[in-house]
């Protein structure tokens, strides 16, 4: 028992470790993960899955995956979907049935797998996967067209890739059975429907009881895990393997069931999700022998070639025919398709379960999967920006500030970002008081900036830091906590201390970071701006340091970030250096601009 316990701990480690490696140095997870597996696995044997844990891997397996369809579905908003344009319909549909296809005849014509495998591979092979391409797009930059099509097939393409290989598997058990095709095709589909409907009862009495308020909120997250497993065991206990079609079923309701706690379940759901998968993925890659490794030939290279020559760009030049897209969004939509976790955990599962039915080719399984895994990611990883570039079609914004409240000084501040030339847009519930940022040409967000809304009309691709500058500390602190996981915690800001001795105050843990180091409030910061204080800007040399700087001015100034030469800008500059060829951002009273030369400064 104690071994195991150490080989649980030691694959979260390394699968936690990898996420977080590839976080700190901006690299492909997958690719990291996978080194760790081979490296634990074939190469010193210090994990073998199968001796280590023995029957209970394929369970473990099965459930890990469950979970992460659970979260796919979770993420498929139909009110989302049908905003989105012609485009991404036509790449899902068709474009899965184009893939499906042409991976079927690669599959079976060149790596040479049976038609039935081919078949059942394909069908996973076009999931591009959201937790691939989303850190991707991000990285990249892409223009918004295109970058929205992408985005919305990895979400959308992450259940069916799995629904796909479910229903061919259960035609492959049957047809082993020696039932007819008409018979095969009954059960499949009454079997089917009866996991849909499963995963509908299931997902109906959680979200009664959540609306109803019969479950408090610290149980609402583990009744919902709970709800997974016994969702996906109730389907697999009336048919096999269509446990993975109710959990996505299940998924699906919950996101589109309008629930006030659905952003706490999928921030839960993703928690759970990146452990899972980071564990599976280590799990996976150490099942893997050294003659797996050794066994690369031109089968293998030539499958992957052609997935990426010649049925990609194929499937979506094909689908996409009338859909209003350039042909440079079309070539680089053809170009970019990065396989991921799920479906080397897709195809992990599957494989094992096919070996196990007598298809002693559900063995190669794993390794096609992950050579297309690694040859798409490090292929469209490092050369998506370079392509996208080629095309004119990379987001040449820089990354900007979100200012939540237009009160006169938070309008100011904003003048004073887009003098120099920071991205910069305001957000509030009034027109009116957008009035002033509408005026000096800044961009506005009129609406409230926590509605289901603004996921689709205000982009945060470019957003780097968001600021609440509203009145109401608990509102700032609320839209801090709802951003934070995405724009990242020490980049949300707002106003007040972060710290406060008052026990009746806002927890730090529920706020942003503090705006300014003297804890204002937006009646102290507009007192002092209608007394004169201005936004100040303080270019330094090798001459004209940051610490002269900071010696040759008053104590009450405040120091709110430093411009970079590189253009990039950095809040909270207690932790960040200031080097020459930098900008120093300030809010000060005029008579504290220096003297030298070298500082310019800018009223607001």
Known sequence: MEGIVFKVALIAVLGIGAQWVAWRYNLPAIVLMSVAGIVAGPLTGVLDPYADFGDLLRPMIGVAVAVILFEGGLTLNFSELRETSRAVRRVVFPGVLF??????????????????????????????????????????????????????????????????????????????????????????VT???IAVGIGL??????????????????????????????????????????????????????????????????????YVTVLFVSSVFVVLTATLTVDVLYAVDWGLIGFVAAMLLLVRPISIFASTVGSGLTWQERLLIGWIAPRGVVAVAISGFFGAELVAAGYEEGAQLIPLSFAMVFATVLAHGFSVRWVARQLELTSHEKEGVLIVGASPVAIAFARFLKDVDVPVTIADTGWSRLKAARLADIPVYYGEILSEATEHHLDMQNVGTLVALTDNEAYNSLVCTEFGPEIGRSRVFQLGREQSDDPHGVAFTRRGRAFFKSGMT???????????????????????????????????????AVLKKSGALAFSVNTVRAEAGDTVISFAEPAAASQKSNESPSPA
């Open 522 to 560: 937006l009646e102290e910061l507009s007192e002092k701006y209608f007394s004169g204080w201005t936004f100040q800007k303080t270019k330094l040399s090798d001459q004209y340091d940051f610490q002269t700087y900071k010696d040759e001015r008053p104590a009450d100034m405040e120091i709110l």
């Open 201 to 270: 009862a299931v997902s109906y009495v959680v979200i009664v009881s959540f609306k109803r308020g019969l479950v408090p909120e610290f149980l609402k997250a583990p009744i919902t895990f709970t709800a997974i497993l016994l969702c996906f065991e109730s389907a697999n206990l009336i048919e096999h393997e269509t446990g993975l079609l109710a959990v996505t079923v299940f998924g699906m309701a919950l996101a589109n069931a309008k629930l006030a706690s659905i952003a706490e379940l999928r921030r839960f759901k993703e």
């Open 191 to 193: 079997a089917s429907v």
């Open 99 to 188: 893939s499906w296809a042409g991976g079927a005849a690669a599959a079976h014509y060149i790596a040479g797998l049976s038609l039935e495998i081919a078949i059942l591979f394909a069908g996973i092979m076009v999931v591009t996967g959201p937790t691939v391409i989303l850190p991707l797009l991000r990285q990249a930059k892409l223009a918004p067209r295109p970058r929205s099509v992408l985005k919305w097939e990895g979400i959308i393409n992450d259940p069916i890739g799995a629904l796909l290989a479910v229903l061919v598997f259960e035609y492959l058990i049957y047809a082993d059975q020696g039932r007819t095709i008409s018979e095969i095709a009954l059960w499949v």
